[in-house]
């Protein structure tokens, strides 16, 4: 299989990801190559869609998301993302949300989610999240935020973190 950020899936995932994190935090999803050009010209440090795709795909901080389904399920995880699960994209993309988190750890999942949804964003977030070998990691600092398609209708959620440790 050609690498995963090579699919139409991930180029598109990508730019929501990209510009739903903009439009509610100002801020780009990676600094260095910042998605749409508003031209046809090249500049310097805009990046074409499926450049942008790989390197968030390969960036060293975890980007992750998951769709609007009564049980949200992961739509999208970087390799930072699928290493820290110990899951394929396979595994990850048919995985419900809420199993990255233990059980004990949902109801607080579950309020960080409504506040998101809320408020379109916070950057503070930590919590306990467990891998699919059962191994729990503290991510620390994440930003969580809505998700909208191009239209601005909501489309899922996201979660960006570069902060972690194994507990």
């Known amino acids: 299989m050609d690498a995963i950020w090579k699919t139409d899936y991930v180029i598109a995932q990508t730019q929501i990801l990209a510009r739903s994190l903009r439009r509610w935090t100002g ?21 074409e869609p499926a450049e942008l795709a790989q390197k968030v795909f390969e960036a060293p901080f975890v980007v992750v998301s998951h769709g609007t389904e009564a049980d949200p399920v992961l739509n999208y995880g970087n390799a930072a993302a699928l290493a820290l699960w110990e899951m394929s994209w396979e595994e990850l993309t048919r995985t419900p949300s809420r199993l990255t988190a233990e059980a004990p750890n949902r109801e607080e999942r579950a309020r960080l989610l409504a506040t998101v949804t809320q408020h379109g964003f916070i950057d503070d977030y930590s919590g306990v999240r467990i891998s699919k070998s059962g191994r729990r990691f503290r991510i ?6 809505n998700l909208l398609a191009a239209d601005g209708k909501p489309c899922g959620q996201a979660a960006m973190f570069d902060r972690w440790e194994f507990i």
């Open 140 to 145: 620390r600092r994440a930003t969580v935020w």
């Open 27 to 47: 801020r780009e999803l990676l600094p260095a190559c910042v998605a749409e050009a508003t031209s046809s010209r090249r500049r310097p440090g805009v990046c």
